[in-house]
């Protein structure tokens, strides 16, 4: 069993930014075999406003910049989906 030491260690190197990112690539890979762009854009646009949405005192200002260029490119994504 791991002490509970080890584990906050482990996870100090980690901020929110990460955290958001990891679920991030997560949600596109779960939605990939699904190969909708309606559906990766939706998740583009969703999680674009949540790392805009999120306070930049828990993460660089990299990850809201991420989160503009997502909000762009999101709804670009859904009007160039076929019906």
């Known amino acids: 069993?791991?002490?509970?030491l080890f584990i906050d260690t482990f996870l100090?190197?980690?901020h929110l930014g990460?955290?958001?990112l990891l679920a991030f690539v997560a949600s596109l890979l779960g939605v990939?075999?699904?190969k909708s762009?309606?559906?990766i854009a939706?998740?583009?646009v969703t999680f674009g406003l949540i790392f805009s949405m999120s306070p930049y005192t828990t993460m660089?200002?990299?990850y809201i910049l991420l989160g503009i260029g997502l909000v762009i490119v999101?709804?670009?994504?859904?009007?160039?989906?076929?019906?």
């Not at 069993?1 to 509970?4: E, N, Q």
């Not at 999101?74 to 019906?83: E, N």
């Open 1 to 4: 069993m791991l002490s509970p």
């Open 12 to 14: 100090l190197d980690y």
């Open 18 to 20: 990460h955290v958001l």
């Open 32 to 34: 990939l075999p699904l």
């Open 37 to 39: 762009q309606k559906v």
């Open 42 to 44: 939706a998740v583009l």
């Open 60 to 62: 660089p200002a990299t």
């Open 74 to 83: 999101g709804p670009l994504l859904w009007t160039t989906a076929d019906s």
